[in-house]
């Protein structure tokens, strides 16, 4: 008799709990299908949005600009944040609005051990600062050595172990830290690196161009940091591959810890998944001229005589812009200088040294594949290398 009424009195408060979570976006409109009361209909709206994601976040994006919207993923409601509101939310302290909780949450943090991060930002800060800070005097390193990854993980170490404190410098909160940094840098970097060889494969003149240009600085200046920022034609590049490309369908993955007022008035409660709807406006007309063209030169400043590196917002490490490759606000990617210089230095040894190509007769790129919210390059392309008779 006490476990029907247990069981009984569970339900009702499950059934309050559900009926709460439905209220809470009341007045808000939805894309894609509507899990439904009780959350019947959840299975085929996840299926939906697996297969579907990136169409409906473009129909969002079209038909709600301005207006927050709610959208069904696969692991998740999110609350849809148009790029006005998150002028206001990027800069909000942790309390309010987090990254962490957000990745934890969903990438169970627990289990995964990617919870080693929480409570504590010390691996960013390293990246943020000694890792940026020291480019100047690693870069020579970098192209030196073949073994670069395992180098930096030492560096990794010893800045970590000089930053700890207490419990966290003990030696697996430490080595937990290097694997989250880990997680964070390699996958993203090569596969920014990939997406770029495509682009530069499918626009052979272009390759000429920024091959001139890597010739030209490292002829004049040296493999220096220094060098990899006066590479303006290559990182205006980078940013236009990362544009077509977009890393996701969504960015700006955050969860509210508080409960948030919008400037409309909206109140975002706490315990809401908001993202950004960044892969669909890296395609609109109104910010980007002829937006499905792939225009190499699209971000390109040409050089000042006294400025190395062009300001503004459209260089390839700026996240000024709510489709950035890096992320956007206080969260963004503190890896993204070291990220950029390694990239290009990448290209550059690839340009110099060899010649790339698709198999004859390819001309155009392999299309990107999206399942969910996650998109990437296709791995199973070639792509046929020989090392230059000569560097001229
Ligand atoms: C091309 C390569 C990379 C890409 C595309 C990339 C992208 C990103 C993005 C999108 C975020 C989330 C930002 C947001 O939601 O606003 C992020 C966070 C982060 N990235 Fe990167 N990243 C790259 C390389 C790296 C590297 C090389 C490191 C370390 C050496 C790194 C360390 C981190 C860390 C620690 C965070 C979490 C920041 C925080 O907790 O506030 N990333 N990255």
């Not at 390699?186 to 494969?201: E, K, N, Q």
Request: charged share 25%; hydrophobic share 40%.
């Amino acid at each position: 008799m006490l476990a029907v009424w247990l069981i009984g009195s569970l339900s009702v408060l499950w059934v309050i709990h559900v009926i709460s979570l439905k209220k809470r976006f009341k007045g808000l409109p939805r894309v894609g299908m509507d899990p439904g009361f009780l959350g019947r209909k959840s299975n085929a709206a996840k299926d939906e949005f697996f297969h579907h994601g990136r169409r409906l976040m473009e129909e969002g994006y079209a038909k709600y600009k301005d207006t927050p919207y709610i959208i069904q993923t696969c692991d998740n409601e999110r609350l849809v944040i148009p790029d006005k509101y998150i002028e206001e939310l990027k800069n909000l302290p942790d309390s309010q609005l987090s990254f962490k909780e957000e990745l934890l949450e969903r990438f169970m943090g627990k289990y995964t051990k990617l919870d080693a991060v929480r409570g504590t930002n010390i691996h960013r800060d390293i990246v943020r600062q000694q890792l940026t800070k020291n480019l100047d005097m690693i870069l020579p390193q970098m192209k030196e050595e073949a073994s670069l990854a395992l180098q930096r993980v030492l560096d990794f170490v010893q800045w970590l172990l000089d930053s700890a404190k207490g419990a966290e410098a003990n030696p697996e909160a430490i080595i937990m830290k290097v694997l989250f940094l880990i997680v964070a840098a390699m996958h993203t970097s090569a596969i920014t690196t990939i997406h770029a060889l495509y682009d530069i494969c499918a626009n052979a003149e272009f390759k000429e161009e920024l091959r001139a240009e890597a010739v030209e600085e490292m002829g004049k200046n040296g493999w220096s940091y220094k060098s990899m920022l006066r590479l303006h034609k290559m990182d205006s590049f980078l940013r236009e591959s990362g544009r077509v490309n977009s890393a996701g369908v969504v960015s700006f993955q955050r969860l509210t810890l508080a409960p948030i007022r919008l400037s409309n008035g909206f109140l975002v409660p706490a315990g809401t998944h908001i993202c950004a709807a960044s892969d669909a406006r890296s395609r609109d007309p109104m910010l980007y001229k002829s937006p499905t063209e792939f225009q190499p030169l699209r971000f390109y400043t040409p050089p000042t005589v006294t400025e190395y590196e062009p300001s503004g917002n459209t260089l390839f490490t700026s996240v000024a812009r709510g489709d950035s490759w890096f992320g956007a606000g206080r969260q963004a990617c503190p890896g993204r200088w070291y990220a950029s210089a390694q990239i290009k230095l990448v290209l550059c040894l690839l340009l110099i040294d060899y010649e790339f190509e698709f198999p004859e007769g390819q001309k155009e790129r392999p299309a990107n594949w999206a399942k969910d919210e996650k998109m990437g390059p296709d791995m199973e392309q070639f792509i046929l290398v020989r090392r230059r008779a000569s560097h001229a």
